[in-house]
C-alpha cells in the first residue's frame, strides 16, 4: 500500500489503495484525536460513520479544508428515519433537507423537491424544488440494470474475470454512448496490456478495445519486489447488437458475458498450496458524450475524482450498471464480501519450499556442467584435429 502518481487522472496527482473492510480505526482516530475530551456529541456523530454506506475525504491543499461527506441509504431505524441533528458550536451551520426524486426537463439534469430547513435559523421547513446537471446517472431497463462478477474455475495462474449480464438486449441510452468497465486491481494481479491490444481476440472475449491503463503493468516482477498499490484499466466491452441479438430464437432473457484475462504475480508461500487475494468488483457503465450546447455545470452531489471519470471529455455523461450477487456458486472460485471479491489462487506450499530450491540449485549446477562439458569436448575435438593436421603437413 502506497502512493502513487498516476499520469491518466488530471485533476488528482495522486492515488492511494487499500481495501477497508470497516471504518472502525478511523472512528477511533477521529473520537480520540479530533473530539475534544468528553464531547459526547462528536464522539456519536463519529460513531453513525459505522452505518454509512460510503465516505468521501476531500482535502483542498488552497484553503487547506477538509470535507467528509458520509451517505446512507437506508434509515437509522428499520422503516422510518429517526435522526437528530444538533450544532457543534456557534458558528456551525446544519441545513436539512427532505428531498424527493422528480421528472427532470431535461435529459442531463436530476430534479428534487421538498423542504429544507437551517437549524437555529428557521423557524419552519420551506418548500424548494430545484434542477441541477449531474454526469452520473443509473442506467434505464432497455440499457441492463445489474451485472455479476466471477473468476471461473479452475482459477490457475491465469485468472479471467468474467463480466454476466442477465439480458442479451441491452440498448444503449443515448446513440453515442459506450459500454466501459473499469477495473482497480491489487499488486497481486495484473493485466497484459499486449494480450489486450489484438483486435481479434478481444473479440472472442466480447471485448471491443483498451483504452486505459495505468500502474504496476511489468510481466516479470513478483509481488513482493512491486512498491506500487497495482493497476488500473478501462476496458470497452462489446455487447451484441440488436440485430444479432433477435437473430437469436432464444436470445430474449439469456446472459452473454465479457471475459478479461488476468494473470498472477508469483506470491509467498503458504501452508496448503493456496492464498486468498481480494479484487474490487469492476465498475461497468454507459460513457455517453453530449453536444456543445449541453448544460454541464457544477453539481453538489455529484462525487468527482473517481479515477475514471477524467478518462473521458468534460461532457460526458455516465449511466451506472448495479453491481449484483452471484446467484449461482458452482462454477465459481470467488465470494463477494461487499463489493470486494475473495479469490483462492494457488501458490507454491510452503513445505516444498525447501525442496524446490535445493532442486533449482541441482538443476543449475547440473546445467552448468553439461555446458563446461560441451565446451571442454569442443576444444578436444578443436585441438585433435588441429594435431592431427599438423602431423600430416610434416609428413608432406
Known amino acids: ?195 489486450l491490444s489484438s483486435p481479434l481476440f478481444l473479440a472472442s472475449m466480447n471485448l471491443r478495445g483498451l483504452r486505459a491503463i495505468s500502474g504496476e503493468t511489468d510481466l516479470e516482477a513478483p509481488a513482493w519486489v512491486v512498491k506500487r498499490w497495482g493497476s488500473a484499466l478501462l476496458m470497452e466491452l462489446a455487447p451484441p447488437s440488436a440485430s444479432s441479438a433477435k437473430a437469436s430464437l432464444s436470445a430474449e432473457g439469456t446472459p452473454w458475458h465479457a471475459s478479461i484475462p488476468l494473470h498472477l504475480r508469483y506470491l509467498s508461500p503458504s501452508h496448503n498450496g493456496t492464498t486468498p487475494i481480494s479484487v474490487p468488483c469492476p465498475l461497468v457503465f454507459w460513457a455517453c458524450p453530449t453536444d456543445e450546447g449541453t448544460k454541464m455545470g457544477t453539481n453538489p452531489f455529484d462525487r468527482v475524482h473517481l479515477g475514471y471519470e477524467s478518462l473521458f471529455g468534460p461532457r460526458t455523461m455516465f449511466y451506472h450498471l448495479r453491481p449484483e450477487p452471484l446467484p449461482w456458486v458452482e462454477s465459481s472460485n470467488s465470494a463477494a464480501e461487499g463489493l470486494v471479491l475473495s479469490v483462492q489462487v494457488p501458490v507454491l506450499e510452503a513445505g516444498w519450499k525447501a525442496g524446490v530450491e535445493w532442486g533449482t540449485v541441482g538443476v543449475v549446477l547440473l546445467g552448468f556442467m553439461w555446458v563446461v562439458g560441451k565446451v571442454m569436448g569442443t576444444r578436444k575435438f578443436l585441438r585433435g584435429g588441429d594435431e592431427g593436421r599438423s602431423t600430416q603437413s610434416k609428413r608432406d
Not at 488530471?10 to 480520540?32: G, W
Not at 440498448?171 to 493485466?191: D, E, N, Q, V
Request: proline residues 10%; glycine residues 4%.
Open 1 to 195: 500500500m502506497c502512493f502513487t502518481r498516476d499520469r491518466f487522472t488530471s485533476a488528482t496527482a495522486l492515488q492511494f489503495y487499500a481495501p477497508v473492510p470497516a471504518l472502525k480505526d478511523l472512528i477511533t482516530y477521529i473520537q480520540l484525536k479530533i473530539c475534544p475530551t468528553n464531547d459526547e456529541v462528536c464522539a456519536g456523530k463519529a460513531l453513525n460513520l459505522n452505518a454509512v454506506d460510503y465516505l468521501d475525504i476531500d482535502y483542498d491543499a488552497i484553503s487547506q479544508s477538509l470535507v467528509l461527506s458520509a451517505f446512507r441509504c437506508e434509515p437509522p431505524t428499520p422503516g422510518t428515519w429517526n435522526a437528530k441533528f444538533q450544532k457543534l458550536g456557534y458558528s456551525a451551520k446544519i441545513e436539512v433537507g427532505v428531498l424527493a426524486s422528480e421528472r427532470a426537463t431535461e435529459p442531463e439534469e436530476l430534479s428534487l423537491g421538498g423542504f429544507l430547513t437551517t437549524i437555529g435559523e428557521s423557524d419552519k421547513p420551506k418548500p424548494t424544488r430545484f434542477s441541477f446537471p449531474s454526469r452520473h446517472h443509473d442506467s434505464p431497463q432497455s440499457s441492463g440494470t445489474a451485472y455479476f462478477t466471477t473468476f471461473p474455475l479452475p482459477t490457475g495462474l491465469h485468472p479471467t474475470l468474467r463480466l454476466t449480464f442477465p439480458s442479451t438486449f441491452m440498448s444503449p441510452p443515448l446513440p453515442t454512448c459506450a459500454l466501459h468497465t473499469y477495473l482497480i486491481l491489487p499488486s497481486s494481479i495484473f493485466p497484459d496490456k499486449y494480450q
